[in-house]
C-alpha cells in the first residue's frame, strides 16, 4: 500500500472586525483554539476594534462536531496525521489573506495572536512564513519544539517572546509555562511573560496587558 497526495482547491473562510481603509492603523490576526470558529472566537478580541483597527481570525481548514455526529462544530489546525502537508496548507492559506488584503504593500502594524492549540499556528506563520510581521503574542501555548533554534534567534533578533497565561488555567498551569520558558532559555531566547486573571481564555485583562506591552514598545 502506498499513500499519496494531491493539490486541490479547498475554500478557506476567515471573520473580520473592522474596514480596510486609509485610516487603518493596526491589523490583528488571530489564531483559535481547539474546536473554535472564527466566528466565535474573534468576538473575544471587541474590545480592540475602533476605526483605525481591523481585525482577522483565520478559520482552522479541519472541521469537525464536538459533540457525535451532529449540533455545535468546531475546527482543528492540525493532527500528527500528514502535519507537515496541514502545516503547509495552512501557511499557504495567511498567505493569500495577506494577498486579499494587500498587507504587505501598506505601512500597517501587524501584530499576531495565538491562542492554546493557535499558539502553533499563529508561531510558524511569524517564524516560518514569508510575511511581514510586526509582533507575536502567544496566550496559553507556546512556540513548538520543531522550529529550529536559529530560525528562532533569528527571526527574534534579540526581541523578547511574549507569552501570558491565566492565573487559574487547568489545562495550560503556570508550572507547564515555567518548562517551556526553562527549554526556550536554554537556547538563548529572552521571555516576556505575563501572568493575567482569568482561565484558558482571551479576555480583556489579557489583551490589557498586551495593549501594554506595545504601548511601552512605541514609546
Not at 173 to 199: A, C, S, W
Request: glycine share 8%.
Amino acid at each position: 500500500m502506498e499513500l499519496k497526495h494531491i493539490t486541490i482547491n479547498k475554500t478557506a473562510r476567515y471573520a473580520q472586525l473592522g474596514t480596510l481603509s486609509e485610516h487603518t492603523k493596526t491589523i490583528w490576526i488571530v489564531f483559535h483554539g481547539y474546536g473554535h470558529l472564527a466566528e466565535h472566537f474573534i468576538k473575544k478580541f471587541k474590545m480592540l476594534d475602533d476605526d483605525e483597527t481591523v481585525i482577522i481570525a483565520p478559520e482552522a481548514l479541519s472541521k469537525f462536531y464536538l459533540e457525535g455526529f451532529s449540533g455545535r462544530v468546531g475546527a482543528s489546525w492540525m493532527t500528527k496525521e500528514d502535519r507537515l502537508n496541514e502545516i503547509e496548507d495552512y501557511l499557504n492559506f495567511i498567505d493569500k489573506i495577506y494577498q486579499e488584503l494587500g498587507l504587505n504593500g501598506k505601512e500597517i502594524a501587524i501584530h499576531l495572536i495565538g491562542f492554546s492549540q493557535g499558539t502553533n499556528t499563529a508561531s510558524r506563520v511569524y517564524f516560518l512564513g514569508k510575511n511581514r510581521v510586526d509582533n507575536l503574542f502567544l496566550i496559553a501555548g507556546s512556540v513548538p519544539d520543531d522550529i529550529p533554534k536559529e530560525v528562532l534567534l533569528n527571526r527574534l533578533n534579540g526581541k523578547e517572546l511574549v507569552l501570558l497565561s491565566g492565573e487559574d488555567d487547568t489545562l495550560i498551569p503556570t508550572d507547564l509555562m515555567y518548562k517551556e520558558h526553562n527549554r526556550l532559555r536554554e537556547i538563548g531566547v529572552r521571555i516576556n511573560h505575563q501572568v493575567f486573571k482569568g482561565e484558558h481564555t482571551v479576555n480583556e485583562d489579557c489583551l490589557s496587558k498586551i495593549l501594554d506591552i506595545l504601548s511601552k514598545e512605541v514609546k
